[in-house]
């Protein structure tokens, strides 16, 4: 059983494979649950809980992505391990981290929102007593804006999940994703916008010359659907550069707030995936950028 964090009720709209499924629990029945696992006081779980970002407060509800399967569990008279279930390592490397957390990676690729898996647990039921065998977690979890799955997004997403692989393939469009990732785990503004404009660097500063400018032509490009829509994203580029700038050398933080951290986000998500979507070497990529005027784009027809 895993927690999710930043998630409506939206997210149960959500279908997952190998038997992964998502469902609700209010405040009571979630803390409760989670008390019992780990043999806890109900008042010390939702200490635990509080910084995790887990419970949704306008909707009063809890989710969790939950899945079940059989292994070999040998404790002894005190509800103690053994020996260790290789089974559930099994179950973790393969459908717990490789399948489900790509996927939740993905689906914050896809679209804005910091959804996570803060919290997750294996157990076993003797006697309808669930003792846990192992937990893993994070500190903290930043409080965001819930990841809204529209109905309409979700064939666009499932088609988006379905063609894409983790680790990507060429190394500079990896480094461009890690560093998206790190921007959601730094939990400083900083640092958060200063892994957003590297990631933007490493995917699109393709040349010498000047810095500034080159990443913020190319973004223009990729990006811009129509010359006007081009000059806006470049004028913006060049200003969250300029703030980029006077960070690194004052290491004050007053000019940076969350927009701009939003903004970044989005300019490196939607370029990973063009990027992606276009699959070009990093040289091809910059040839083609420099040859096209903006509202050009002749690899979308």
């Given at each position: 059983m895993g927690a999710l964090a930043n998630v409506d009720s939206s997210i149960l709209r959500m279908p997952l494979d190998h038997g992964f499924k998502i469902e609700d629990k209010s405040l009571e029945e979630g803390i409760r649950l989670i008390s019992r696992i780990e043999g806890l006081p109900l008042k010390v779980v939702g200490g635990k809980l509080l910084p995790l970002a887990c419970f949704n407060y306008s909707e009063k509800k809890y989710y969790f992505v939950t899945n079940s399967f059989k292994s070999d569990i040998k404790m002894n008279a005190r509800g103690i391990l053994t020996s260790f279930p290789m089974g559930v390592a099994r179950f973790d490397?393969?459908?717990?981290?490789?399948?489900?957390?790509?996927?939740?990676?993905?689906?914050?690729?896809?679209?804005?929102?910091?959804?996570?898996?803060?919290?997750?647990?294996?157990?076993?039921?003797?006697?309808?007593?669930?003792?846990?065998?192992?937990?893993?977690?994070?500190q903290i979890c930043v409080w965001e804006e819930p990841y809204e799955l529209k109905p309409t997004e979700i064939p666009g997403l499932l088609s988006f999940i379905r063609n894409t692989s983790l680790p990507f393939s060429k190394s500079f469009l990896q480094l461009g994703f890690e560093a998206f990732e790190l921007s959601y785990e730094a939990n400083h503004r900083g640092l958060s916008f200063l892994s957003l404009m590297i990631g933007l660097e490493?995917?699109?500063?393709?040349?010498?010359?000047?810095?500034?400018?080159?990443?913020?032509?190319?973004?223009?490009?990729?990006?811009?659907?129509?010359?006007?829509?081009s000059e806006s994203i470049f004028g913006e580029v060049k200003r969250l550069y300029d703030k980029r700038s006077k960070l690194v050398h004052t290491g004050k933080l007053d000019t940076i707030d969350e927009k701009d951290i939003s903004r970044s986000r989005y300019y490196l998500r939607e370029s990973i995936k063009e990027i992606s979507r276009m699959r070009k070497r990093k040289n091809e990529i910059g040839d083609l950028l420099n040859s096209c005027g903006f509202g050009k784009r002749p690899w979308k027809k």
């Open positions: 490397n393969q459908f717990a981290h490789g399948y489900l957390n790509g996927t939740m990676r993905l689906m914050r690729l896809f679209k804005e929102g910091n959804i996570v898996v803060p919290l997750k647990y294996y157990y076993v039921i003797e006697k309808d007593i669930p003792r846990m065998l192992m937990g893993s977690g994070t490493a995917l699109l500063n393709t040349g010498f010359g000047e810095l500034k400018y080159r990443v913020s032509r190319n973004i223009s490009v990729l990006l811009g659907k129509t010359g006007e829509n």
